[in-house]
């Protein structure tokens, strides 16, 4: 294992070697590596040749593949690769390079990824594959390609789930169609399930602006006017982030658009604060004051 007293050895090396200063003004041996991959392949040879390894981490165990993945950057992720860096290496949490470019949505990164043998099984921490990541955050593109890689769908769940578990497994099955998601219901798990923050299901999908998934948990039962432990509900997610279309389907199921949140504003004040014009004059259509 390389000692810090290595890494600052080897990064005082890298700089003599080194000369573009963006990439020499740094005693972080990670971000070296992960400039050095970005500035090119000269450059991060050099790095490496200087003995810094290519899979060197930061105090998180994040390595510069991992951090390129994030970021999406496509050259730096084929260059960090074609330098051997581990494409399945695990951060504290238990996140791959792959998990992290799903969460992303970087659709080119995750394809390259998978290519060079990521292994779109692999769990985190908190048991969610890259699939499961892609899915929560709406990224339909990015999770196409890692169903298509695994030739299956979103197993669904059996069994009664509660909390965040339940929560997020409601939107991963809402995501992947009506059949998911009531298998899963009738296995016990409620469709307005929370964890201890409040947040339902739906509130997730207004936030996030998943228009299909918002419809297809109000017609499987979930409550408009559920609130979280702000009081938000999801009328004013969705109107906070200016999604019109959302906002009426919340307010045809019943959402009330005069609910105020624990600092006493309600979803046509969010509108007008994030200055989402016809957001707000829809809501104002429906009665919102």
């Given at each position: 294992?390389?000692?810090?007293?290595d890494?600052?050895?080897?990064?005082?090396?890298?700089v003599?070697?080194?000369?573009?200063?963006?990439?020499?003004?740094?005693?972080?041996?990670?971000e070296?590596?992960?400039?050095a991959?970005?500035?090119?392949?000269?450059?991060l040879q050099q790095v490496?040749?200087?003995?810094?390894?290519?899979?060197?981490?930061?105090?998180?165990g994040?390595t510069?593949?991992?951090?390129?993945a994030?970021?999406?950057?496509v050259s730096?992720v084929?260059l960090?690769?074609?330098?051997?860096?581990?494409v399945?290496?695990?951060?504290?949490?238990?996140?791959?390079?792959?998990?992290?470019?799903?969460?992303e949505g970087h659709?080119?990164?995750v394809?390259l990824?998978?290519?060079?043998?990521?292994?779109?099984t692999?769990?985190?921490?908190?048991?969610?594959t890259?699939?499961?990541?892609?899915?929560e955050?709406n990224?339909a593109?990015?999770?196409?390609v890692?169903?298509s890689?695994?030739?299956?769908?979103?197993a669904?769940q059996t069994?009664?789930?509660?909390?965040k578990?339940?929560?997020?497994?409601?939107?991963?099955a809402?995501?992947?169609?009506?059949?998911?998601l009531?298998?899963?219901?009738?296995?016990?798990?409620s469709?307005?399930?929370a964890p201890?923050?409040?947040e339902?299901?739906?509130m997730?999908?207004a936030d996030?602006?998943n228009?299909e998934?918002?419809?297809?948990l109000?017609?499987?039962g979930?409550?408009a006017?559920?609130?979280?432990?702000e009081?938000?509900?999801?009328l004013?997610?969705?109107?906070?982030?200016g999604?019109t279309?959302?906002?009426?389907?919340?307010?045809?199921?019943?959402?009330?658009?005069?609910?105020?949140?624990?600092?006493g504003?309600?979803?046509l004040?969010?509108?007008?604060?994030?200055?989402?014009?016809?957001?707000?004059?829809?809501?104002?259509a429906a009665?919102?004051?």
């Amino acid at each position: 294992m390389m000692t810090n007293n290595d890494f600052f050895r080897t990064v005082a090396v890298s700089v003599m070697l080194l000369s573009a200063p963006a990439i020499a003004d740094t005693s972080d041996p990670q971000e070296v590596v992960y400039r050095a991959a970005a500035s090119g392949e000269a450059q991060l040879q050099q790095v490496i040749s200087s003995g810094i390894p290519v899979d060197v981490t930061d105090d998180d165990g994040e390595t510069a593949l991992m951090e390129a993945a994030d970021k999406g950057n496509v050259s730096a992720v084929q260059l960090l690769l074609q330098k051997g860096a581990q494409v399945n290496r695990r951060d504290e949490d238990g996140k791959t390079a792959l998990m992290m470019a799903a969460d992303e949505g970087h659709t080119a990164v995750v394809k390259l990824l998978l290519a060079a043998g990521a292994d779109a099984t692999l769990k985190d921490k908190d048991g969610e594959t890259a699939l499961m990541k892609a899915e929560e955050e709406n990224r339909a593109d990015t999770a196409g390609v890692l169903r298509s890689a695994a030739g299956t769908v979103s197993a669904p769940q059996t069994g009664a789930l509660t909390g965040k578990a339940g929560q997020k497994a409601v939107l991963r099955a809402a995501y992947a169609g009506e059949t998911q998601l009531r298998t899963l219901l009738e296995g016990g798990t409620s469709v307005d399930a929370a964890p201890a923050d409040g947040e339902t299901a739906l509130m997730e999908a207004a936030d996030k602006g998943n228009l299909e998934a918002v419809r297809l948990l109000l017609k499987c039962g979930a409550q408009a006017n559920a609130r979280d432990d702000e009081g938000k509900t999801a009328l004013m997610e969705a109107a906070s982030d200016g999604y019109t279309e959302i906002v009426r389907v919340l307010l045809a199921a019943g959402a009330d658009p005069n609910s105020r949140d624990e600092d006493g504003e309600t979803a046509l004040m969010k509108a007008v604060e994030d200055h989402h014009t016809e957001t707000a004059a829809v809501l104002r259509a429906a009665g919102a004051r």
